[in-house]
């Protein structure tokens, strides 16, 4: 939840049109006060009012001044979309502008260390390091350094406008989290902000294929897979089509754990159920993959993901809460694969057969 305060609800929908009017003829003090009565008033308005404004809001992002608060005006686009504005209008112009200040991120990082000693690290990303030295030190025009420092400084405040799109629609996803992804990882990997819930939410699969080798039994299968933020609730599902449907032997997920994973009304706070792994996660190589992973580590192989399951080498367990609330995950068994099929998938892995382990 972006915002929480709740109030008498009062006129939201000409402050957003004050807003956008103030936004289009370049009037700075105008939109500033305009800015001020819509972030009030998006925590006061009716989600119906929400409704209509989230696009319009969302709207303004390109045009809004890039070293003004465009953050928190995503924010509110981003708050009125968890009270029923449509993401898909809302996406291009929040996501866009995600990208862009990734982007600029990432430049202001990689003029930062053009000119920096080995031992010179990067700065924390805080607005209160930006000062006529530091500007300097990024070099170019002052504007356009201003720009690259605040969005140093403010890229993790777009992460909550981002999953409010993100985790509402798999056409945003398809349309958008791709393109965007490998920045986000890369600012990431400078290990200076915390970008793990864009970073996944990005990398989320839809409608994805996967084959599941159960290596145990000699089994193959074909599963269609989306929406799966992490490999925790993956490694849940897996078992529930699997071990629930009587495929392969061992103790299936509980219908709460289950339920956790796929009911696409989100549970209320965090629950206390759990769920106890019934596999050992394996890529085709036989390197573990991580349930704190995502269904994205999965190597693709002649096309497919490919993902080998065996005995839990020890018994874990974990909280049956799903990494995004709002996503809920699918996995469909699509067919038994035949025994000439998996035969033909196993000879690509490091198994082998399928009986035996690598040595």
Same mark, same amino acid.
């Given at each position: 939840?972006?915002? &929480?305060? &709740? +109030?008498?609800? #009062?006129?939201?929908?000409?402050?957003?049109? @004050?807003?956008?009017? %103030?936004?289009?003829? +370049?009037? !700075?003090?105008?939109?500033? +006060?305009?800015?001020?009565?819509?972030?009030?008033?998006?925590? #006061?308005?009716?989600?119906? @009012?929400?409704?209509?404004?989230?696009?319009? $809001?969302?709207?303004?992002?390109?045009?809004?001044?890039?070293?003004?608060?465009?953050?928190? $005006?995503?924010?509110?686009?981003?708050?009125?979309?968890?009270? !029923?504005?449509?993401?898909?209008?809302?996406?291009?112009?929040?996501? !866009?502008?995600?990208?862009?200040?990734?982007?600029?991120?990432?430049?202001?990082?990689?003029?930062?260390? %053009?000119?920096?000693?080995?031992?010179?690290?990067?700065?924390?990303?805080?607005? &209160?390091?930006?000062?006529?030295?530091?500007?300097?030190?990024?070099?170019?025009?002052?504007?356009?350094?201003?720009?690259?420092? $605040?969005?140093?400084? *403010?890229?993790?405040?777009?992460? =909550?406008?981002?999953?409010?799109?993100?985790?509402? *629609?798999?056409?945003?996803?398809?349309?958008?989290?791709?393109?965007?992804?490998?920045?986000?990882?890369?600012?990431?990997?400078?290990?200076?902000?915390?970008? &793990?819930?864009?970073?996944?939410?990005?990398?989320?699969?839809?409608?994805? =294929? $996967?084959?599941?080798?159960?290596?145990?039994?000699?089994?193959?299968?074909?599963?269609?897979?989306?929406?799966?933020?992490?490999?925790?609730?993956?490694?849940?599902?897996?078992?529930?089509?699997?071990?629930?449907?009587?495929?392969?032997?061992?103790?299936?997920?509980? %219908?709460?754990?289950?339920?956790?994973?796929?009911?696409?009304?989100?549970?209320?706070?965090?629950?206390?159920?759990?769920?106890?792994?019934?596999?050992?996660?394996?890529?085709?190589?036989?390197?573990?993959?991580?349930? @704190?992973?995502?269904?994205?580590?999965?190597?693709?192989?002649?096309?497919?993901?490919?993902?080998?399951?065996? @005995? =839990? #080498?020890?018994?874990?367990?974990?909280?049956?809460?799903?990494?995004?609330?709002?996503? =809920?995950?699918?996995?469909?068994?699509?067919?038994?694969?035949?025994?000439?099929?998996?035969?033909?998938?196993?000879?690509?892995?490091?198994?082998?057969?399928?009986?035996?382990?690598?040595?």
């Amino acid at each position: 939840m972006i915002f &929480k305060r &709740k +109030r008498e609800a #009062s006129g939201f929908a000409a402050d957003v049109s @004050e807003l956008e009017e %103030a936004v289009a003829v +370049r009037d !700075g003090d105008r939109t500033g +006060r305009a800015f001020t009565a819509v972030m009030t008033g998006v925590q #006061s308005a009716s989600d119906a @009012e929400r409704v209509l404004a989230g696009p319009r $809001l969302a709207a303004l992002l390109p045009a809004f001044p890039p070293t003004g608060p465009r953050p928190m $005006l995503a924010m509110a686009a981003g708050f009125c979309v968890e009270r !029923g504005a449509d993401p898909v209008a809302c996406a291009e112009p929040i996501l !866009g502008s995600v990208h862009q200040d990734l982007l600029d991120a990432l430049e202001f990082a990689r003029r930062w260390t %053009a000119v920096s000693a080995a031992d010179d690290e990067l700065p924390q990303p805080d607005e &209160k390091i930006i000062d006529g030295p530091l500007l300097a030190r990024v070099g170019g025009e002052v504007h356009e350094a201003t720009r690259l420092a $605040l969005a140093w400084c *403010s890229v993790e405040e777009w992460q =909550p406008p981002a999953l409010a799109v993100l985790c509402r *629609s798999a056409e945003v996803r398809r349309r958008h989290a791709s393109a965007i992804l490998p920045a986000c990882r890369d600012l990431a990997a400078l290990e200076r902000h915390d970008l &793990k819930c864009l970073a996944y939410a990005l990398a989320v699969l839809d409608d994805e =294929p $996967l084959v599941v080798l159960h290596k145990p039994t000699g089994a193959g299968f074909e599963v269609r897979i989306g929406g799966i933020g992490d490999n925790f609730q993956l490694h849940t599902l897996l078992a529930h089509i699997l071990v629930g449907g009587g495929h392969v032997p061992g103790t299936a997920p509980s %219908a709460e754990s289950v339920r956790l994973a796929m009911d696409p009304e989100p549970a209320q706070g965090r629950s206390r159920t759990a769920t106890t792994g019934a596999f050992e996660l394996l890529a085709p190589d036989g390197e573990r993959i991580w349930n @704190e992973g995502l269904p994205d580590d999965i190597p693709v192989v002649e096309g497919r993901r490919l993902i080998v399951l065996d @005995e =839990p #080498s020890y018994q874990r367990s974990w909280n049956a809460d799903r990494f995004f609330p709002h996503l =809920p995950g699918t996995a469909e068994l699509t067919r038994v694969l035949t025994a000439g099929e998996t035969r033909t998938w196993f000879a690509r892995t490091s198994t082998g057969n399928g009986i035996s382990r690598p040595s």
